[in-house]
């Protein structure tokens, strides 16, 4: 590497070191900006013939810091889908993803029908009302 120059997947990976050390979701938030400054400028200097590779490299590293997120905390081998479907969506509102994102559409429409909504209060409480329970 010549002097002045980025050693860019260093950086990278300390990103992603220093990703799964975050204790506080803001922490990860500054490091998925981070991660975005550094993949904008690498973009830039990519060569023409490469960039589609890049592109899809980086838009993998995104998605699996969003998964990683999602999965904190998660005692089984299964993301929980409220949560990736709240951090998809705290990233289209940061301008970091987009609304139309493969991964966001995913999340929130999994976490539509995985996730128990309480019941509304119709014909399983008065039956319990008629039953005196």
Not at 114 to 130: D, F, H, I, Q, Y
Request: negative net charge; glycine residues 6%; proline residues 4%.
């Amino acid at each position: 590497m010549r002097e002045g120059q980025l050693d860019w997947p260093r950086a990278r990976e300390e990103i992603f070191n220093d990703f799964d050390r975050a204790l506080t979701a803001p922490e990860r938030e500054a490091l998925l900006g981070l991660h975005k400054c550094l993949m904008d400028a690498v973009e830039q200097t990519i060569d023409p013939a490469s960039l589609d590779k890049f592109k899809t490299a980086r838009a993998q590293d995104y998605r699996l810091l969003l998964i990683k997120e999602a999965a904190i905390g998660s005692e089984s081998e299964y993301i929980n889908t409220a949560r990736l479907a709240a951090v998809t969506t705290r990233e289209v509102n940061a301008g970091r993803l987009s609304a139309d994102d493969g991964l966001h559409k995913l999340a929130v429409s999994g976490d539509a029908v995985l996730t128990p909504r309480e019941a509304s209060p119709g014909l399983v409480s008065k039956m319990r009302n008629w039953l005196g329970s």
